[in-house]
T-cell receptor
Framework: SQKIEQNSEALNIQEGKTATLTCNYT??????LQWYRQDPGRGPVFLLL?????KEKRKERLKVTFDTTLKQSLFHITASQPADSATYLC????????????FGRGTSLIVHP | SAVISQKPSRDICQRGTSLTIQCQVD?????MFWYRQQPGQSLTLIAT?????????ESGFVIDKFPISRPNLTFSTLTVSNMSPEDSSIYLC???????????FGQGTRLTVV
């Protein structure tokens, strides 16, 4: 069955460093992949979408890579700030016409001042 | 973009009762969904709300337990029926378009069944 894996352990980093979060998937052929941010008590907020034919996508301090051979996406936040502390979810939408994202359980990022 | 208003934001309900959650989108969207999220867990899709017809339910979710309405393009309700403590969770409304794009979420409804 389809599976999305994100590190369940929280990632702790110092302010100013680059945070790198990983999303691995199996038994999938995703047409695209999304990353969302979720704060406690709030719904997820969309950050970036990357398609299967794109290697990398950037938006301000955010960068996402998508390696369909490794079946992996990396999510980077450069010059991290305490305000970046949140849970980050990856979501995959399978090819074949389904536009419904399937979510990983997310990785908590804690940026220490 | 779309802004989703979901209410109530939280509720504490007695076992055996039902709760209806409302979701209003500020613009017309093609697709609306309902998710459930247990603490520390991923979002689990309950169903796709279809305008003017029966919702499409995912495996493990049935209409008798989670009836859903979508009378127009911008409004949907989810009812959690005959509640038990196992139904305690966060319920999230989501909306999007049929093209690859972002999904928008409401702030969620935190339900506690006692």
């Amino acid at each position: 069955s389809q599976k999305i894996e994100q590190n369940s352990e929280a990632l702790n980093i110092q302010e100013g460093k680059t945070a790198t979060l990983t999303c691995n998937y199996t038994n999938y052929s995703p047409a695209y992949l999304q990353w969302y941010r979720q704060d406690p008590g709030r719904g997820p907020v969309f950050l970036l979408l990357i398609r299967e034919n794109e290697k990398e996508k950037r938006k301000e301090r955010l960068k996402v890579t998508f390696d369909t051979t490794l079946k992996q996406s990396l999510f980077h936040i450069t010059a991290s700030q305490p305000a970046d502390s949140a849970t980050y979810l990856c979501a995959l939408e399978a090819s074949g016409g389904s536009y419904i994202p399937t979510f990983g359980r997310g990785t908590s990022l804690i940026v220490h001042p | 973009s779309a802004v989703i208003s979901q209410k109530p934001s939280r509720d504490i309900c007695q076992r055996g009762t039902s709760l209806t959650i409302q979701c209003q989108v500020d613009s017309q969207v093609t697709m609306m969904f309902w998710y459930r999220q247990q603490p520390g867990q991923s979002l689990t899709l309950i169903a796709t709300a279809n305008q003017g017809s029966e919702a499409t339910y995912e495996s493990g979710f049935v209409i008798d337990k989670f009836p859903i309405s979508r009378p127009n393009l911008t409004f949907s309700t989810l009812t959690v029926s005959n509640m038990s403590p196992e139904d305690s969770s966060i319920y999230l409304c989501s909306a999007g378009t049929a093209i690859p794009s972002e999904a928008f979420f409401g702030q969620g409804t935190r339900l506690t069944v006692v």
